[in-house]
């Protein structure tokens, strides 16, 4: 996620240089054409312009409407999975501690229990950050499971959803063995459902894009728009005594078009390991200290700080 106000304009160019070029190229031949060959037929009216930008402007604000709710969506999801995982691990602790006055209550196996299901949760939340940016580099999460866990839950296609079967497993365990007792596990249950709902819809935002034609067309009627730009600005600027302005302006009207066009392409997908992500490292590493926390860890991961204006 960008924090910082300014940018460099170093990580602009590398999306935008494509169309800003094509412009400039364009502008440059037309100047050429129109005042060292005489070729009038370069230079149009400039009124089909405004008709052409104004279609165009439709479709980026489709895009960028369209890529700010999707990247909104997708910093709701974990500002969700925050929420629950807090709930999850409160009534965790609440529920181990309730039944001391119970027979057949041990204190060792609650606080294992505690243990046990808050480091697998971080495990979770760390192995849907990884799949959702398909880092594949696992270290991460599992060094919140045991060995039995590790081997069992590599094993699998869709790591995340067997560890939350794995929790709903240690949940009923607990139930046998007088830990939980009562309602504990519907509630328990019930949290489980709703980390498995944030799971689902991460995955749906991850598979699903924007419909295609948007995206195409988008981009067509952008490449389309800077490639005849300087043929309706030509004949304006040549009868105020300045057609030379057709390059710069031209360059200058492309990379506003193509950089709009650009961060809605970027934006609608958030999970993709650059600097524009919803910063799910981040959000990983709070939900961290804030479950060790729980378990009255003293010693806690510090939070992760920006990096150049970036929060990863």
Same mark, same amino acid.
């Given at each position: 996620?960008?924090?910082? !106000? ?18 400039? #190229?364009?502008? *440059? @031949? ?7 060959? &005489?070729?009038?037929? $370069?230079?149009?009216?400039? *009124?089909?312009?405004? $008709? ?7 479709? /980026? ?5 369209? %890529? ?5 969506? +997708? ?9 629950? %995982? ?16 119970t027979p057949l209550y041990n204190a ?6 505690? !243990? ?9 939340v760390n192995a849907l950050r990884i ?7 696992? &270290? ?7 060995d039995g866990d590790r081997h069992i ?14 929790? &709903? ?23 489980? +459902? ?5 799971? *689902?819809?991460?995955? !749906? ?16 009627? #952008?490449? /389309? ?20 302005? #057709?390059?710069?302006? %031209? ?13 809605? +392409? ?11 992500? #919803?910063? /799910? ?12 926390? @729980?378990? &009255? ?6 939070? @992760? ?5 970036? @929060?990863?």
């Open positions: 996620m960008i924090l910082k !106000r300014n940018f460099d304009p170093r990580k602009v160019v590398t999306y935008v240089w494509r169309d800003v070029t094509i412009a400039l #190229v364009m502008a *440059a @031949l037309s100047y050429v054409a129109y005042t060292v060959f &005489g070729v009038t037929a $370069v230079a149009l009216s400039f *009124a089909p312009l405004g $008709v052409l930008g104004s279609a165009l402007a439709i479709f /980026l604000a489709f895009r960028a409407n369209t %890529s700010f709710a999707r990247w909104g969506e +997708a910093a709701q999801i974990w500002s969700n999975i925050i929420s629950s %995982s807090r709930t999850f691990a409160r009534l965790i602790g609440t529920f181990a501690d309730s039944h001391r006055h060792e196996t609650a606080e294992a229990f505690k !243990r046990a299901m808050l480091y697998r949760h971080l495990a979770w799949q959702l940016r398909k880092q594949y580099d696992w &270290g991460e999460a599992w060094r919140f499971l045991n839950v590599a094993a699998k296609e869709n790591k995340t959803s067997y560890l939350l079967k794995l929790q &709903g497993e240690q949940i009923y365990s607990a139930m046998a063995n007088g830990t939980l007792q009562g309602f504990d596990s519907f509630q328990l249950e019930g949290q489980l +459902a709703q980390l498995s709902t944030h799971q *689902a819809a991460c995955e !749906r935002i991850k598979a699903i894009p924007i419909p295609r034609q948007y995206d195409y067309f988008t981009r067509l009627f #952008v490449r /389309l728009f800077v490639i005849v730009l300087p043929f309706f600005l030509l004949k304006t600027l040549a009868a105020d005594g300045v057609p030379w302005l #057709v390059i710069p302006l %031209s360059g200058l009207i492309a990379l506003l078009f193509t950089t709009v066009e650009r961060t809605g +392409a970027v934006n609608e997908e958030p999970f993709e390991n650059r600097i524009t992500d #919803v910063p /799910l490292a981040a959000y990983c590493r709070d939900i961290e200290r804030d479950l060790r926390e @729980l378990l &009255g860890e003293a010693v806690l991961p510090p939070p @992760l700080q920006p990096q150049d204006g970036y @929060l990863w």
